[in-house]
């Protein structure tokens, strides 16, 4: 068997394949090990949200482990997920030019053979899901509905891309309640990494459109039509949007604007090339989202390593008055005016205190207790 027979035309990594003992090449295809885009597309949206939540408390070592769980995890998800979807449209990849060799149609592993495979890598992401915290535990759960519909929405609806971004960025809100709590910010980096998988996915499914169109098959890819990259490009756009308005309502600050623009700036370039070189180079443009997704998890990274610096201003701050009046006045060349330590009565008048200095000075005296007293005090002649 020739190595063009045992890799499937979109395998990224064929030689590797060819070195793989033959007995695990089929697995490896059915677990897609050979395109390890779909794993960084499936592991950055973890370190994303965890990033993101600790830009309010900083990085911890632990955070090093989780990162090493995340990638665990993904790799042995992505595998189940892809292993089901080929379990679920072995028929439909059979008349796929693109997708005729994979291990399913083919006939390199029998469907026995790949329940029981969907089932190892399922128990390798439970242990991995162990491991996590007990709120993260309930965060990934609610993903399962997700994950179980995702094969057949390209039969119901022309926006499986979209369900896909709803599944494949859920590890985001993973990430955040690992490191916190899963608030307001965190479901708008959620949606807006969903635009982004939206945008990427649909030009992947420029590659099938022709093939799509002949077996009823539904992606957003034929529902754009020729207008597929100006789309993309929109749904690039509001990922940028979201992204930064995420950041800043998390307090990235500057952080958060500089990488919501290099993203946005990566989505240009990726834009620029499709609409250059046609949907030739589709396939390429589409691995290049793995540094559109790392440049997202550096920024925001360096935004919880560094904390935003205090803004300068040429204006004062505001000034606290305190309650009551001053006890002394600051006049200028250093000189201030000082209250006596004597407090007056609250009863005391200028009038009062005038008639009491002559009355004193007449002889009259007044007891001391009498400035506090309510009732009126009458004067003694010595």
């Given amino acids: 068997m020739t190595e063009t027979q045992i890799s499937p035309a979109d395998s990224a990594l064929p030689g590797w394949l060819s070195r793989l003992p033959p007995g695990m090449r089929p697995y490896a295809m059915l677990a897609r090990w050979d395109r390890p885009v779909g794993i960084w597309l499936l592991y950055l949206p973890c370190l994303i949200g965890l990033a993101f939540e600790r830009i309010k408390t900083g990085l911890y070592l632990t955070d090093f482990i989780w990162a090493v769980l995340f990638l665990i995890g993904a790799i042995a998800m992505r595998g189940a997920g892809c292993t089901r979807n080929d379990i679920t449209d072995r028929d439909f990849d059979a008349k796929v030019e693109r997708t005729a060799l994979r291990p399913l149609p083919a006939g390199l592993v029998s469907l026995r053979e790949a329940h029981i495979f969907l089932g190892i890598q399922l128990a390798v992401g439970l242990l991995v899901w162990l491991c996590l915290p007990g709120d993260a535990k309930i965060v ?39 490191a916190g709590s899963v608030g307001f910010p965190a479901i708008l980096l959620y949606v807006g990494l969903g635009c982004w998988t939206v945008a990427y996915d649909t030009i992947y499914a420029l590659q099938d459109r022709e093939d799509d169109a002949l077996i009823g098959v539904k992606s957003t890819a034929r529902l754009f039509g020729k207008h597929a990259a100006l789309y993309s490009f929109g749904f690039f756009i509001i990922a ?81 008055v305190p309650d009551g009046a001053p006890d002394k006045v600051s006049l200028p060349f250093g000189l201030e005016l000082q209250k006596s330590g004597q407090k007056p009565s609250s009863r005391e008048t200028w009038l009062k205190t005038d008639i009491r200095r002559i009355l004193e000075r007449d002889g009259f005296a007044f007891p001391n207790a009498a400035d506090n007293s309510h009732d009126q005090s009458e004067p003694t002649k010595p």
């Fill in 240 to 320: 940028a949007a979201l992204i930064a308005a995420a950041s800043g309502l998390q307090g990235a600050g500057r952080m958060g604007a500089v990488t919501s623009l290099a993203f946005l700036g990566h989505a240009t370039s990726q834009i620029s090339r499709l609409k250059r070189h046609g949907e030739d180079i589709a396939l390429a443009v589409f691995k290049s989202n793995v540094w559109t997704g790392a440049l997202v998890a550096l920024g925001l990274t360096l935004s919880a390593m560094t904390p935003e610096p205090t803004p300068r201003t040429i204006f004062s701050g505001p000034e606290i």
């Fill in 140 to 178: 990934a759960l609610l993903s399962i509905p997700l994950v179980a519909a995702y094969p057949f929405m390209k039969r119901v609806t022309w926006w499986p891309q979209a369900w896909l971004g709803a599944t494949f960025n859920w590890g985001a809100l993973v990430g955040v309640a690992v």
